[in-house]
């Protein structure tokens, strides 16, 4: 399996979706704008705080999935700076990157060195801290004030970017207190392909990757080494069919019973089936080392790339440095995925990015009202401006390329639902032993959807016994 991390190392994880949104223009120009992040960052007043933790609190010891140097780090630094400025209580943050959970928090839940304050998406954060009961209850945060007159944490915050399934301890309290949001979209380079609609049927997807193959361009890059990005596609039309939370409790059925019982997950299948045996992938993707396929698509030898929001960013640098460090002429724009036919869920993918409190932490009470004064608007609009990201306030404006997925993410009439269904942090064995092998065996043809969903049912069976 790929080292997650190795995918991580330029953007985050990854994972997000839209819903019926228009195309989102993306300008590269926005990549510049984060060399003047720090300068910003620097310059912005400090909020005063109202969640004033009590004197003798001395420090909080924060591991970060954030590197030195990054826009989100800088503005992270600039808050936790306020918060010393405004309390005495001084922020200890070590930028460990992307490995932080796995190589620095994990084995560190049974000793006495802890932090106090993690982050990292959802999902991770399920399996490396919060599985092996790493982890407290936040949910008094969000009674929290945000420095905002009486406004709190949850006053600010719409209830979906906190309240699910899978942001619960085993206890039922809340989990991480989200503070950025990523979503998935289909992405293309305007201007590439003459009299662009975006689809409204799964045949109208099909159809745009069918006129990319007759004007000789590869319709679909994939860089087929990274096993959750093959398993989107299933992913994403199975949630449609079966509704946020039924890929994860079939990948939880001892039974095995409810891959061939529900014919939701058979439809899904036979839609990845039509994806891999059509021809619409761009040739090698599944021999291919990553990022070398996705940078193929923004050199635009594949018109069409599935994955999350954070691809705007990645893309965008790599066509920088192709171009020596100067802006590229290029726009990107997205679409969401169709809701497929005969599919009753209108669901709209979210992995939100926040902080844990960490079960032994030292200074838990400084710690959260460290994160309730980083949800005050001044503090957290940086992320979206700056680093130039999504942030989970209705009141903090989108980056233009992230409008349309803001909206989406908050339209009431979508159902939420975390990437993948979260079976990669909530069944994450079974996700590596039985689901991404068989996914990409379906996604390379070389076997059916009728095969898929009864191996599907045999090996959970045989895995959940």
């Not at 001084?90 to 994990?106: I, K, M, P, S, Y």
């Not at 209108?346 to 009202?369: H, L, S």
């Amino acid at each position: 399996m790929v080292d997650i991390t190795r995918v991580m190392r330029r953007g985050y994880r990854a994972g997000i979706a839209v819903t019926a949104v228009g195309a989102l223009s993306i300008t590269l120009a926005a990549c510049g704008q984060q060399t003047d992040t720090e300068s910003s960052s620097a310059s912005r007043d400090c909020p005063a705080i109202a969640e004033k933790p009590a004197e003798g609190n001395g420090k909080i010891v924060y591991w970060s999935m954030w590197t030195k140097g990054e826009p989100q780090q800088e503005v992270l630094q600039k808050t936790f700076d306020c918060f010393t400025e405004q309390t005495g209580v001084e922020v200890d943050a070590q930028w460990f990157g992307r490995t932080v959970l796995t190589q620095n928090v994990a084995p560190s839940l049974n000793t006495d060195d802890v932090p106090d304050l993690i982050d990292q998406d959802i999902s991770q954060v399920q399996a490396a801290v919060a599985g092996p009961g790493g982890l407290q209850d936040v949910s008094d945060v969000m009674d929290m004030k945000v420095s905002e007159g009486d406004s709190t944490v949850a006053d600010v915050m719409p209830a979906n970017y906190f309240e699910f399934p899978e942001n619960k301890l085993t206890d039922g309290g809340q989990m991480l207190v989200p503070y950025e949001m990523l979503s998935n979209a289909w992405w293309y380079q305007t201007g590439t392909v003459e009299d662009f609609k975006a689809p409204e049927t799964t045949d109208e997807l099909f159809a745009l990757f069918d006129k990319a193959k007759e004007d000789g361009t590869a319709a679909v890059s994939q860089d087929g080494d990274i096993d959750f990005y093959n398993a989107y596609f299933f992913s994403r039309w199975a949630e449609q069919y079966v509704g946020s939370g039924g890929l994860l409790a079939a990948a939880q059925d001892k039974t095995g019973a409810s891959w061939t019982d529900d014919a939701g997950f058979l439809e899904a299948a036979k839609l990845v089936e039509r994806l891999g045996k059509g021809d619409y992938l761009i040739d090698g993707w599944d021999a291919s080392k990553f990022p070398n396929v996705q940078n193929r698509w923004a050199d635009g030898d594949a018109a069409y790339l599935y994955v999350g929001s954070w691809i705007t960013s990645e893309a965008g640098e790599y066509i920088k440095k192709q171009a020596g460090g100067a802006g590229a002429d290029v726009e990107f724009a997205s679409f969401p995925m169709p809701l497929a036919d005969g599919a009753t869920h209108p669901t709209v993918e979210q992995m939100p990015i926040g902080f844990g409190v960490t079960a032994k932490a030292k200074n838990a009470d400084a710690t959260k009202a460290l994160i309730a004064y980083a949800l005050n608007k001044e503090n957290i609009e940086p992320i979206a401006s700056e680093a130039l990201n999504l942030v989970p306030r209705s009141d903090v404006d989108a980056p233009p390329s992230l409008d349309g997925v803001k909206q989406a993410l908050e339209d009431p009439e979508a159902e939420p639902a975390v990437f993948m269904d979260a079976v990669d942090g909530q069944a994450p064995d079974w996700t590596k032993e039985v689901f991404y092998p068989l996914n990409n065996q379906l996604l390379k043809g070389e076997i059916t959807a009728e095969d898929f969903v009864k191996q599907m049912a045999a090996q959970t069976k045989s895995f959940n016994s």
